[in-house]
C-alpha cells in the first residue's frame, strides 16, 4: 500500500504544486474582491457537486460494484464497465445542459447577493461557460474509478496536472489581455476566456484518463443493454449516498451565502479567502489521504467479500497510522505558518498583502480540522466497504447538522471580518464531533479498530512533532516582530525555517522515536536515493 500511495503521492503532489500556481496566478490576475468572489463562486458550484456525488457514489457503490464484477462475471466484468461509462456518460451530459440553464438559480441558491446586482450577472455568466465541464470532469472520474479496480493510480492522480497547466495559461493570458481584478470593467469577452479556459482544463484532464484507459487494454463500446447494468442495485445502494449529497449540499450552500454575507460587508473577506484557504487545507489530504484511501478501498472490499474481516481492521489500522504520521505535523505547521504560506502565493497583482495574510489566518483555523477529517474520511471507507451507504448518511447529517449550527452561532457572534475565521472552526469542531461518532460505529461493525493502539501511535507523533512546532513558533515570532512582518521574503524564509527544517526535524525525531510508519517512509525515500 505504501509504494501504490507513494506513485499516488508523487502525482498529486505535482498536482498540488502546479495547483499552487494556478492559485497565485488566479490571485495575481483577478484578486480575492468582488471579480475573485463572482468566479469562484461560479467555479465552486460543479465542484462541489460532482465532488460530493462522484467521490462518495464512486467510493460507496460503483467501485465495490465493479471489483465484484470482475470477480464474478465471465469477462472479468468488461462489459458491465462498458454499460457504466455509457450511462454515465448520458446521464451527465443531461446533468451539465440542466445545469447551464439554471445557471441563475444555482447562484442564487449558493450566495447572498442580490440579483440585480454586477457580482450577481457576473457570477451567472461565468457559471454558464464552467458547468458544461461537469460532464467532462464526471467521466474522467468513472474512467479513474476503473483504472483504480485495475490497481492503476498514476493516470488518475496525474491527469489534474493537465488541467492546471491549461487553467495556469488560461489566466495568465487573461493577465496580459484581459481587464484585470475591476469586476465593473471586465468584458462579456474576458468572462468567455476565464470560463471556458477553465471548461478546457478539465477536457484534457478527461482526455488524459480515457487514453489511460486504452492503454490498459479497456476498449470503450456503447452498451445500451440497461437490463445487465445491475441499476437496481446500484439505486438501491446509492439512495443513500444521493441523502449524504443532500445533506452536505445544503450545508456547503449555507457556507457560500454565509461568506458572500460577510463579503458584501467587508470586501476582500468573503467566498474568495474561504475558497483558496480551504484549497490549501485540503492539499495535505489530497496529497497523503486520498492516495492511502484509493489504494486502501479496493482491497478492503476484496477482504469484506471473503469474509476476513481480521484484514479489514489490519488494512484501516495501518493506514489511519500511515496518513496520521504525517497529517499530525502538517497540521501543526498550518496553525503556525498560515499567513507564512499565503503570502507569497496570493500577495501579488489584484490581491494586496493584507488580503493574502487574511486568507492565511482562515488557513490557521483550517489546521484544526486536518487530522479529524482525514480521520473521518477513512472511517466512511469502513462502511462503504461493506456496501452500506446508509450509515454514512446518518454520520454525514449529523456532522452537517452541528457544522450549520456552529456556522450560524459564529457568523452572528463574531464580527464581519472574523466571520469567514469562525466558519471554519464551526468545520473542525464539527468534523472532530462527526469522527468520534464514526469510530464507535465503524468499531461495531468489525468488532473493534483497535483504538487503543491508535491513540498511543498518534500520541507519539504529536509528541515529535512539538519540537517542530516550536521551531515553526520561533521563526514567526522573530521576522514577525524583529523584521517588520511577513512580506514575500520574510515569510519565505520563515516556510524556510519553519516548514523546511520543521519537517526534517520532526522525520527526525519521529525516527528516533521508532514511529514505524515514518521509519517505512524514511526508509522507502532513503532506498529511492541510493539507487
Known amino acids: 500500500m505504501l509504494r501504490a500511495s507513494a506513485i ?24 480575492t474582491a468582488a471579480l475573485g468572489d463572482a468566479y469562484n463562486a461560479a467555479y465552486a458550484i460543479p465542484y462541489s457537486i460532482l465532488d460530493l456525488l462522484l467521490l462518495g457514489v464512486l467510493s460507496s457503490v460503483v467501485v465495490p460494484m465493479i471489483v465484484r464484477a470482475q470477480q464474478s462475471d465471465e469477462d472479468g466484468g468488461r462489459a458491465y464497465e462498458q ?5 454515465s456518460t448520458v446521464a451527465l451530459v443531461v446533468v451539465a445542459v440542466a445545469a447551464v440553464l439554471a445557471a441563475p438559480l444555482l447562484i442564487d441558491l449558493y450566495t447572498d447577493w442580490d440579483p440585480g446586482s454586477r457580482r450577481f450577472e457576473v457570477a451567472v455568466t461565468l457559471a454558464r461557460f464552467i458547468l458544461p465541464q461537469l460532464a467532462f470532469f464526471g467521466v474522467g472520474a468513472v474512467a479513474g474509478a476503473i483504472l483504480n479496480t485495475r490497481d492503476r493510480y498514476g493516470a488518475p492522480m496525474w491527469a489534474p496536472v493537465v488541467n492546471n497547466l491549461v487553467v495556469i495559461v488560461m489566466f495568465v493570458l487573461y493577465a496580459v489581455v484581459g481587464t484585470g481584478g475591476d469586476i465593473d470593467k471586465v468584458t462579456n469577452t474576458d ?37 445487465n447494468a445491475r441499476l437496481g442495485e446500484m439505486g438501491r445502494a446509492g439512495v443513500w449516498t444521493i441523502g449524504y449529497v443532500v445533506v452536505t449540499q445544503l450545508g456547503f450552500m449555507l457556507t457560500t451565502n454565509l461568506a458572500s454575507s460577510a463579503g458584501n460587508v467587508v470586501d476582500g473577506h468573503g467566498i474568495s479567502p474561504y475558497t483558496l484557504a480551504f484549497q490549501l487545507f485540503q492539499l495535505p489530504y489530497g496529497v497523503i489521504g486520498v492516495s492511502v484511501i484509493t489504494a486502501m478501498l479496493p482491497r478492503m472490499s476484496r477482504a469484506v467479500a471473503d469474509g476476513r474481516f481480521a484484514d479489514v481492521r489490519s488494512e484501516f489500522g495501518s493506514s489511519v497510522r500511515l496518513v496520521c504520521s504525517l497529517m499530525v505535523p502538517v497540521s501543526l505547521l498550518l496553525m503556525v505558518l498560515g499567513p507564512a504560506i499565503t503570502v507569497p502565493i496570493y500577495g501579488h497583482g489584484a490581491n494586496s498583502v493584507a488580503d493574502a495574510v487574511y486568507i492565511g489566518n482562515v488557513l490557521q483555523v483550517y489546521g484544526l480540522a486536518l487530522v479529524p477529517f482525514a480521520v473521518f474520511q477513512l472511517l466512511l471507507r469502513v462502511f462503504y466497504s461493506f456496501g452500506d451507504t446508509r450509515t454514512p448518511v446518518f454520520i454525514g447529517a449529523g456532522t452537517t447538522a452541528v457544522n450549520a449550527l456552529l456556522m450560524v452561532l459564529f457568523f452572528v457572534l463574531l464580527p464581519a471580518r472574523y466571520a469567514v475565521m ?50 515553526a513558533l520561533a521563526s514567526v515570532w522573530l521576522f514577525t516582530t524583529v ?16 516548514g523546511g527544517l520543521g519537517m526534517l526535524l520532526y522525520l527526525g525525531v519521529a525516527h528516533r522515536m521508532r514511529i514505524p510508519e515514518v521509519n517505512s517512509i524514511v526508509g522507502m525515500v532513503a532506498r529511492r536515493v541510493g539507487r
Open 8 to 31: 499516488m503521492a508523487a502525482g498529486t503532489m505535482v498536482s498540488r504544486v502546479t495547483g499552487f500556481v494556478r492559485t497565485m496566478v488566479l490571485a495575481y490576475a483577478i484578486g
Open 83 to 87: 454499460r457504466l461509462l455509457t450511462i
Open 191 to 227: 468572462l468567455a476566456l476565464l470560463g471556458l479556459g477553465t471548461t478546457a482544463g478539465i477536457v484534457g484532464q478527461a482526455a488524459v484518463l480515457i487514453v489511460a484507459l486504452r492503454r490498459v487494454g479497456f476498449a470503450f463500446v456503447p452498451r445500451f443493454d440497461l437490463r
Open 422 to 471: 469562525g466558519l471554519a472552526l464551526a468545520y473542525a469542531i464539527a468534523y472532530g464531533l462527526g469522527a468520534g461518532l464514526a469510530w464507535i460505529l465503524a468499531s461495531r461493525r468489525v468488532q473493534g479498530l483497535g483504538g487503543w493502539a491508535v491513540g498511543m501511535a498518534m500520541t507519539r507523533m504529536y509528541l515529535a512533532a512539538i519540537p517542530t512546532a516550536v521551531l
Open 483 to 498: 523584521f517588520g512582518g511577513l512580506d514575500f521574503l520574510n515569510s519565505v524564509i520563515v516556510l524556510a525555517i519553519g
